[in-house]
C-alpha cells in the first residue's frame, strides 16, 4: 500500500502544476465551469473523475482551474466540467479518462515518488511570472 504522506506530496505538486501551468502572464486563471477569472493562488486543481479514482487523480487531462465554489461548495460541477474537456480534448480522450477511472490503480512509493519528481521537473521548467 502506497505511502499517504507520498500521495499529499504528490497532490501538492500536481496541484500547483496545474495551477501554474493554467496561468497567464500576469497569474491569472479561468475557472474551467463557469469562466470566473482569479489569481492561480485562489483556486483549486479541480478534477472531474473524482479524485478517489486513483488511476485519474494525477492524469494531466482530467485536472484543471475550478475556483472554490464550483469545487468545493457545487461539487465539482462534473457535467459543466465534462462539457469543457469535451470542447478542449475531444469527446474521445474524454471517454479514454472515464475508462481509466473505471480501473483500480495502485501505486508503489516508487512510482509516487517518481510522479513527485515528473511534476517537479515540469514546474521548474514553467517560465510563467507570478
Not at 96 to 102: G, H, M, P, S, Y
Request: with cysteine; aromatic share 6%.
Amino acid at each position: 500500500m502506497a505511502n499517504r504522506k507520498l500521495e499529499q506530496k504528490l497532490d501538492e505538486v500536481f496541484s500547483l502544476r496545474v495551477r501554474l501551468e493554467s496561468a497567464d502572464f500576469s497569474g491569472y486563471v479561468s475557472c474551467i465551469t463557469c469562466l470566473a477569472r482569479l489569481k492561480w493562488n485562489e483556486v483549486d486543481c479541480g478534477h472531474w473523475q473524482r479524485r478517489g479514482h486513483h488511476g485519474t487523480r494525477w492524469e494531466r487531462d482530467n485536472a484543471a482551474v475550478q475556483c472554490s465554489k464550483c469545487n468545493r461548495e457545487k461539487g465539482g460541477r462534473s457535467d459543466a466540467f465534462e462539457e469543457a474537456l469535451v470542447d478542449d480534448l475531444g469527446e474521445e480522450r474524454v471517454e479514454e479518462i472515464k475508462e481509466l477511472a473505471t480501473k483500480p490503480a495502485y501505486f508503489s512509493d516508487e512510482e509516487l515518488k517518481e510522479k513527485i519528481k515528473e511534476n517537479k521537473s515540469i514546474l521548474k521548467n514553467l517560465s510563467m511570472v507570478v
